[in-house]
């Protein structure tokens, strides 16, 4: 079964430092999101992605945060100057069609788990 | 503001019993899904709901969706321990496909 990939699988950086996650969704899928985890807590929605630009986004994500489509298959989100609250799961995702009434499931990948230090 | 409620937080049973898991949330939407997540892993989608009255059934796993009363729960018939893992509600917003997550239930199944 097609996937959403991650790399890597984990990170650790100094806080202060920029960062880059990268995704390569399903190959058909349109829709791309960033989802994150804080260890222990519930999954928290970022940032989602169509026709290259961003269709929605949080309040967690903030002028620290960027997502970029560099290529046909990247998907990837860039965190300028870490913190230490940005320690945690990032799950990339995808999907086929707008998820409006259709039965589309979101599609997760393995995850990178950030640690800033 | 969208709200998504689960519990119990946490779950111990023995194998073979049965058990509910709720999921309440706080505005209308027409989507709701539930996933697995074992330790230190992604997210498997298990179900998608997406009207009134809504049933869907996997092995020993079944969701429901009451639009009305704003409640899904996921029914566990016969547990095994093969089942231990976290399971999350999601609800979407309306507007789009942003999806707020409850809080997650942790289920142990004890042989």
């Known amino acids: 079964e097609p996937e959403v990939t991650q790399t890597p699988s984990h990170q650790v950086t100094q806080m202060g430092q920029e960062v880059i996650l990268r995704c390569v969704p399903i190959s058909n899928h349109l829709y791309f999101y960033w989802y994150r985890q804080i260890l222990g807590q519930k999954v928290e929605f970022l940032v989602s992605?169509?026709?290259?630009?961003?269709?929605?986004k949080s309040e967690i994500f903030d002028d620290q945060f960027s997502v970029e489509r560099p290529d046909g298959s990247n998907f990837t989100l860039k965190i300028r100057s870490t913190k230490l609250e940005d320690s945690a799961m990032y799950f990339c995702a995808s999907n086929i069609l707008r998820g409006r009434s259709t039965n589309e499931k979101l599609f997760f990948g393995s995850g990178t788990q950030l640690s800033v230090l | 503001e969208l709200k998504v409620e689960q519990n119990p937080l946490f779950l111990s049973m023995q194998e073979g019993k049965n058990y509910t898991i709720y999921c309440n949330y706080s505005?209308?939407?027409?989507?709701l899904y539930w996933y697995r997540q074992d330790p230190g892993k992604s997210l498997e989608s298990l179900f998608v709901l997406l009207s009134n009255g809504a049933v869907k059934q996997e092995g020993r796993l079944m969701a429901s969706l009451d639009t009305k009363a704003r409640l899904s729960t996921l029914h566990i018939t016969a547990a095994v321990h093969d089942l231990s893992a976290t399971y999350f509600c999601?609800?979407?917003?309306?507007?789009?496909?942003?999806?707020?997550f409850g809080g997650g239930t942790r289920l142990m199944v004890k042989p």
């Open positions: 992605f169509y026709n290259n630009e961003i269709s929605e």
């Open positions: 505005t209308t939407s027409d989507r």
């Open positions: 999601a609800v979407a917003h309306n507007a789009g496909n942003m999806l707020t």
